[in-house]
């Protein structure tokens, strides 16, 4: 029989498991959208999107209630994930190079 420190310990293992993986899908997502983001800068592309951050909210609220996860937890979490990449986008375009400048 486990006792419940025993078990305790598993749970917890396997928390620190799905933080990591977490942590390195946030970090993989994060690599795109500084791509995307260099993107804009070039071509002189608003670091935000209304209309495709409604759309992701509105994904995710679905993904979050067929998963059974708070709906409004997941729009909060997307909000400040959104809020992050276009706070790296804005810094972007006030520093990317005009793309008709040649480099010198």
Do not use: C
Not at 22 to 42: D, N, P
Request: charged fraction near 30%; avoid cysteine.
């Amino acid at each position: 029989m486990t006792s419940p420190t025993d078990q305790l310990d598993k749970y917890r293992a396997s928390i620190d498991n799905l933080d990591a993986i977490l942590l390195h899908t946030l970090a993989e997502r994060f690599k795109v959208t500084q791509a995307v983001g260099e993107l804009k800068a070039a071509h002189d592309m608003p670091p935000a999107d209304k209309a495709r951050e409604a759309r992701q909210i509105e994904r995710l609220r679905k993904l979050a209630e067929d998963s059974n996860l708070d709906p409004v937890f997941a729009e909060k979490f997307l909000n400040f994930i959104v809020a992050e990449v276009i706070r790296h986008h804005e810094k972007l375009r006030g520093s990317a190079p005009n793309p008709e400048t040649p480099n010198t």
